[in-house]
């Protein structure tokens, strides 16, 4: 009796593997004439069915369902291409996949197939928007998306994963992992930033451009300030606060995953000043939009170079704290860290994990949120520099008093432990 509920069990999954696809393959067919549809809800939930036998009946029976089967939806699809003058393959791929997904759950893999099939949906639902996004690529940005495949498929996996060099200070699949992290999340952020008008959206422009790089996003909207009137000062402001405020907390969250034994006090000293910049960006704002003049902050984060250039300065600093702890103690990292935050803020907490946890116990919040400040106190600077006139020194004063606090709060924290 168990075997035989736990046979429905499987066949209801796969059921509602191909009902899922279905609804979608239904859905995108909807209005196809009658009789030009191979395939459509019902039929992706019977194909689902149909996997789930054919993996319920083993041997060669079982294996011959599923054979025919994909031949009768090949042989389906191939005669309504022909008719329609059509070339796409994806009703036929997406009903090979509901057999084996279908085949999977009934195989004792039920929660692996049903996340394959809510991907596959997903997928297939996007299909407008994924046309678009890579139409919208440049040949540029096409190669520095295989050059970050080769550094993410290739290299990734076969750095060894040990520590190399003096004090085993540099971690080489460490480094790259955080490559791939961090790169990744900045060229979706970088495509987003693509879909979203500068003139209607400064703010989710600058949000984010943040996330590939704050500093970047500070220096472009500073030197916007130089060629603007007084009636864009408000919302430049509030955009320039709100891309150092979503560049604190991506910092917070990459804490949190490198180096979760500093990130109580790291947030502790990072946050009040991050709610600083935030009160004054609500204040600043005056809800008026930008003119239409485009402005691009960042540039195409997977360029290759920008990836060596991070790894490197991850390195010198990674070696550069040992060091430090050597010569000077426990406080030496503090000014190794602070002077790689002004280079790369993510490159000074990957350093920072890569320290013994004794280390990091004891540097936990001031050894992170230094280099936070230091960084602030760059843009800053690049904010008064840049633009040259008396709204971009008003835009940097709120940018180092965030810095002060954060030194101030890291101090107590310091001093406390």
């Known amino acids: ?144 998306a295989a050059e970050f495949a080769i550094v993410a498929l290739v290299l990734f996996p076969l750095a060894p994963d040990r520590g190399m060099g003096p004090f085993d200070a540099i971690n080489p699949h460490r480094v790259l992992f955080v490559v791939v992290l961090v790169s990744g999340i900045s060229f979706a952020a970088y495509l987003a930033g693509h879909h979203i008008s500068s003139s209607k959206g400064p703010m989710l422009t600058a949000a984010a451009g943040a996330l590939v790089s704050s500093t970047a996003v500070t220096a472009a909207l500073a030197r916007r300030m130089r060629d603007s009137d007084d009636d864009e000062g408000g919302m430049l402001t509030s955009a320039l606060l709100v891309a150092s405020i979503v560049g604190g907390l991506r910092v917070l969250v990459l804490i949190a995953f490198l180096a979760p034994i500093a990130f109580a006090n790291a947030a502790a000293a990072i946050l009040p000043g991050l709610a600083v910049l935030a009160t004054i960006t609500v204040w600043a704002w005056d809800g008026k939009a930008l003119s239409t003049k485009e402005w691009k902050p960042v540039g195409n984060p997977l360029e290759l170079r920008a990836a060596i250039a991070f790894a490197t300065i991850a390195m010198v600093a990674s070696l550069g704290a040992r060091l430090a702890t050597s010569a000077l103690g426990s406080s030496g990292p503090l000014v190794v860290f602070t002077a790689t935050g002004l280079a790369d803020v993510d490159a000074a907490v990957l350093a920072f994990s890569s320290l013994p946890a004794a280390d990091q116990m004891m540097l936990a919040g001031p050894a992170l949120a230094v280099p936070v400040a230091a960084n602030m106190l760059l843009k800053a600077g690049i904010t008064a520099i840049a633009s040259r006139n008396r709204m971009g020194a008003k835009a940097a004063l709120p940018l180092a008093g965030c810095a002060v606090l954060i030194i101030f709060a890291a101090a107590v924290i310091w001093f406390r432990a």
Do not use: C, N
Not at 58 to 71: D, M
Not at 98 to 118: C, D, F, I
Not at 120 to 132: D, E, I, P, T, V
């Open 1 to 144: 009796m168990a075997d035989a509920s736990q046979s429905l069990l499987s066949l209801g999954y796969a059921g509602a593997i191909g009902l899922l696809i279905g609804l979608e393959r239904g859905w995108t067919e909807r209005s196809a004439d009658d009789g030009h549809r191979v395939a459509g809800i019902r039929t992706f939930g019977i194909l689902g069915l149909v996997g789930g036998a054919a993996a319920l009946i083993t041997g060669p029976i079982g294996v011959a369902i599923v054979l025919l089967s994909g031949i009768v939806l090949i042989v389906g699809y191939s005669r309504q291409t022909l008719a329609s003058d059509g070339q796409s393959a994806t009703g036929a791929i997406a009903g090979l996949l509901v057999l084996v997904l279908g085949a999977l759950a009934a195989s004792g893999e039920p929660v692996t197939a049903l996340a394959g099939a809510a991907v596959a949906m997903f997928l297939l639902s996007s299909r407008q928007r994924l046309h678009k996004l890579v139409s919208d690529l440049s040949a540029d940005e096409m190669r520095a």
